[in-house]
C-alpha cells in the first residue's frame, strides 16, 4: 500500500514535516494547542473564545463557518460572514485560524483568510476537495475518515501532496466501531504507526472521538503522551447553548484548566 | 432520527416511490438488473457488454467514467470521453445509463446525458453534492458510505429530496467489518428494515461488498429473496485484465447465467 | 491460516459432510428448518410449540435450558429439569432437540439426552468445552462469535474435530458492527465463503442477527438462497411473554407462514 | 443497563476499591507495572525475567501457563508444570504472580498458588468460569472481550462480584475494529468511562492491542496518562524464538527503558 502514498512516506523524506503558521510550528518538539468553538455563531462568542485561547497559551483558533451536519435541518454554520468574524479575532488576540472547507469552489476564497484550512472526515476521500486544497499553498489539516485505515488516510494525504501543496497535517479523530459508550473510539495505536510511517505533522482531537466533556482533559493528555505533535479542543462560553456539539465542549474554566497541565504532561513524557 | 428523514420517511408517504427511467420502472414489483462494466474502458469493451446486458435481460447500463480511487496513482476513468461512449451504447441497446458523479461542478454536465447519477460511497456525506444533484430531476442512485448507519443514509437521501429532485434509490454495498474474509460486510438486514422506513426503492450491489466473483451470484439471489427492488452487479468482457475491480466482474457467462436464474429466483420468494 | 484447520478445510475432505440425526440429515440437498423457542419455559410452552413446529414440517426442535446471559440477574433457564421437558417433547412430536451446553462438566450428561450439542457464540473460543464436546459423538452446532473471523470459527471448529468427533455444524448468527438498527449484522457473504473453505453445513440464524420479528421471515428465505443447508429460527405461543429473546421469536402463525414459503424458495434458487 | 452491574457500580460504591497482593495495592494512587514473558516456556526463562521485572520496579509477575490459542495445532503451555516455575520465580524475587485460567474444573488448584487469576478475553463471558472464580477469594484480573462494550464487561465483573468475590481488576487489551495497521484497537476512551461507572481498578495492556513491540512504551506511557492504575507488559529474554506473542514482546533493555519512564510520566499528568 505504501505505493500509494510515496510522498506522504517517510521513507522518501526521513525527516519531519514542520509547518509553519504565523509564530507558530507544527509538527516540532513544541506540542500545539488548537482550541474554539465548534460553530462560529456571533461576534461576542468567537472574540470572547479567542481572549479565552489565548490567555490561556493556545497556539490556533479554531471555528467552523461552513458545517457538515448528518441533518439538512441541523444549523448549518454562518458562512462567509462567520469567516470574517473568525479572521477578525484571530487577529485581534494574535492567533492563527482554521476552519473547515466542503466545497472546492470555495477553497479559493477561504484560503485568502484562513491560515489552515480543515478537511472534514466525512470529505476525507472527497477527491475532487482533495485536489483543490492540493492546488493552493496553504496548510491543510486532514481528519481521518470515521471508518478509514491509516493507509487510506496516507493515500488520501497524497491527493494533496501530489497536487504541489506539501502543508499537510493529519488529525485523529476516533473511528466507527461497535461501541456506544463513547460516540467513536480514539485510536491513540494510530499515533505511533503514524509517526513511523509518515514525516506529516499529527495532531489528535479527542472531543469528537469521546463525545462527552468530562473525558476531554485525561485523553488530550494521553494524546501527547502517546507522542502527536498537539491536541485539538472544542469550547465555548455557555456549552448547554451551542448550537453545535455543546456535550463535547469545554467551559472556559475547563479549558484553563487543561491548558495548564498539558505542557508539563508533554515535558515528562518525552 | 426520523426527524432527520422526514421526506424520505414512510411515515409521512406511505406508498412506495416508482421511479420511472426510460422504459424501466424502479421500486415497483419487477425486479432490475444494473450491469456494466466498473470502468467505462474502450468503445469496443462498454458496447460488447451493453449488447451483453441487454441480450440477457438487463435493464440498466452501468459504467464509470469519473472514478473516485483511494490512491491517486490509480486509474481515473476516461471522462466525459466515456460518458460520451457510455450513452452511445445504452442508446445502441436500449438500456438507460448510469455513472457517478464525484463534483458538484460536473452535475450539470453529466445529467444532460446519463439516466441516472450515482452518487458514491465516499461521497455519501458530501452534503454539496447531494444538494447539487437535489437541484437536478435526474434520477439518482445513492450508495450507502461504507462507515453509515441506516439513518444517516436516509438523512444523506434527505439533502437530496429537500432540493425538490424527488427521484431518489438506495443501494446496499456493504459496510466496513472487522471479516476481511470479504471485501466489506454485505449488510443484508438492511433491506427489510429500509423498507420498513422509507418508500424509496433499495438496490443491492453484492460484487463490491464481497470482492469476488464467485460469491456474487448467491448474494445476488439473497439480495431479492429479502426483498430488494434490485441488483447491481459489475460484468468485463475479460475481467483479468479490467482496469478496475477486475476480481469481482463477472464474465459474460456468469452474467448470463445469473440473469436466468434471477427472475425465477424472485418469483418464488415474493 | 487454513493450516489451522486442516481437517475442516475442503481441500482435505472435497464431499460435503452429511450429519444424520434421526430421521434428518444436515447438509444435504433438502435444507432443514429448526424452530423452537429461546428458553425452555414450562411442560406446556415447550409441547405446545413442538407441535406447531413438527406440524409444519420444521425439523428439528430447539430449547434453551441453561442460556448465557449478560447480565447475572437475567433468567438462566430451567437447567437439567427443562432439559428433560425438551427432550419429552422431541419424542412427543418426533423431533430431535438442541440445547446449548455451556459448561464442560455438563457434556456428558447433556449428551446423553441431546440429539445435538449447541455451543453459543460467547463460548466459540472456550477451548476447554470445544475439547469436551469434541470427545462425544454428539453432533455439535457451533454458533459463530459475534467477534470473530471466518478463519477463527473454522479453527474453533477444528478443535471439535481433532478430539475425534466429526459431527459438526456451523451456524452463522450475526456480527457485531457499528450498525444498531439491527442487533447484530447478518453476514450472509460468510456462507458462500464457508462453502468453498470447508465441507461442514451451514445453517443460519437470522432472529439473532435482526432482533426483530418482521425481519426474520426474509432474511431466512435470503440464508436459503445463498446456500445455507438451513436455518434457526425462534418462536414462541405468547413472544411479549418470553422470558428471553421475546423481541425476536416468531408467532406461531408467523412461523407457520414462513415454514410455508421456505421450501418453495429453496427449490426455485437451487 | 446500570442494573446488570450494580454490585460494580460507583453508584452504590462511590471509593476506589483497592486491592492488595502481597506487598502491591492495585487501584490507589501509585500506579502498578505487571510485566514477563506472554508464555512461561522454562526455568531459566522466568526465572530471568522475573529478575529483570523485579530489577526494573516492576510490581507484578506474568506468565501463561495454559493458553488460549485460535489454532489446536499452537502451542497450549506448560500447564501445572509452568505455574510451579512461575511461582518459584515470584517468590525468588518477591513479586505476585498472575497467570490465565481457562477452566472452571481448574479454578481451584491455581488459586492455590497463584495470587492474582487472568480471565481472558476469549472467555470473558463464560459464565461459568466467572461464576467459578467469584467462589474463590483470590483477586480476578478480567480482561475485556475483543468485542464487548464497556456496560458488557461490566455484567461480566458482576457475575464475579455476586458471587462474593470483591477483588475483580480490569484490563483494557483493545476491541476488535476494521483497523489493521494494529492488531487490535486499544480503547484508552473507556479508561474514563470506566473510572466514572465503576469503583474497581483499571489496567492497560497496550502489547495485545497493537501487536508490536516498538508501539508498546507510548501506548503505556498513555495509558497512564489517561488515568488507568497501571499497565501490564509482555517481555521475553529473546523475542524473536518466544513460543508465543514473540512480535509484541519486549526485550529486557526496552522493558527497563519503559519502566524507567513510566513513573515519572505518571506523576507529570495526574
Known amino acids: 500500500m505504501s505505493s500509494s502514498y510515496k510522498l506522504a512516506s517517510r521513507t522518501n523524506h526521513p525527516r519531519n514535516t514542520l509547518i509553519h503558521v504565523g509564530p507558530?510550528?507544527?509538527?516540532?518538539?513544541?506540542?500545539?494547542?488548537?482550541?474554539?468553538?465548534?460553530?462560529?455563531?456571533?461576534?461576542?462568542?468567537?472574540?470572547?473564545?479567542?481572549?479565552?485561547?489565548?490567555?490561556?497559551?493556545?497556539?490556533?483558533?479554531?471555528?467552523g463557518c461552513f458545517k457538515p451536519r448528518t441533518s439538512p435541518y441541523s444549523f448549518q454554520g454562518l458562512g462567509y460572514e462567520g469567516l470574517d468574524l473568525l479572521v477578525e479575532a484571530g487577529r485581534t488576540y494574535g492567533l492563527p485560524v482554521i476552519t473547515e472547507v466542503m466545497d472546492s469552489e470555495d477553497v479559493g476564497r477561504i484560503a485568502e483568510k484562513a491560515d489552515i484550512l480543515q478537511i472534514g472526515s466525512r470529505n476525507m476521500q472527497n477527491f475532487t476537495l482533495l485536489k483543490a486544497v492540493g492546488r493552493t499553498h496553504t496548510p491543510?489539516?486532514?481528519?481521518?475518515?470515521?471508518?478509514?485505515?491509516?493507509?487510506?488516510?496516507?493515500?488520501?494525504?497524497?491527493?494533496?501532496?501530489?497536487?504541489?501543496?506539501?502543508?499537510?497535517?493529519?488529525?485523529?479523530?476516533?473511528?466507527?466501531?461497535?461501541?456506544?459508550?463513547?460516540?467513536?473510539?480514539?485510536?491513540?495505536?494510530?499515533?505511533?504507526?503514524?509517526?513511523?510511517?509518515?514525516?506529516?505533522?499529527?495532531?489528535?482531537?479527542?472531543?469528537?472521538?469521546?463525545?462527552?466533556?468530562?473525558?476531554?482533559?485525561?485523553?488530550?493528555?494521553?494524546?501527547?503522551a502517546v507522542g502527536a505533535h498537539g491536541?485539538?479542543?472544542?469550547?465555548?462560553?455557555?456549552?448547554?447553548e451551542a448550537l453545535s456539539d455543546g456535550e463535547q465542549s469545554l467551559t472556559f474554566d475547563e479549558f484553563a484548566s487543561l491548558a495548564a497541565t498539558l505542557v508539563p504532561a508533554w515535558a515528562a513524557v518525552c
Open 231 to 240: 491536541v485539538m479542543v472544542e469550547m465555548h462560553p455557555n456549552p448547554a
Open 24 to 63: 507558530v510550528t507544527i509538527g516540532g518538539e513544541e506540542p500545539v494547542l488548537i482550541a474554539g468553538p465548534c460553530s462560529v455563531e456571533s461576534r461576542d462568542q468567537i472574540m470572547h473564545s479567542a481572549r479565552v485561547v489565548a490567555e490561556n497559551g493556545g497556539n490556533v483558533l479554531r471555528g
Open 140 to 224: 491543510v489539516m486532514l481528519k481521518r475518515g470515521m471508518m478509514s485505515s491509516i493507509d487510506e488516510w496516507l493515500a488520501a494525504a497524497e491527493y494533496i501532496l501530489a497536487e504541489g501543496n506539501t502543508n499537510v497535517i493529519l488529525c485523529e479523530r476516533g473511528i466507527r466501531t461497535f461501541e456506544t459508550a463513547t460516540r467513536n473510539t480514539l485510536d491513540l495505536g494510530a499515533v505511533p504507526v503514524l509517526l513511523e510511517r509518515t514525516h506529516l505533522p499529527v495532531i489528535v482531537d479527542p472531543a469528537h472521538a469521546c463525545g462527552v466533556r468530562r473525558w476531554v482533559a485525561p485523553l488530550a493528555k494521553a494524546s501527547l
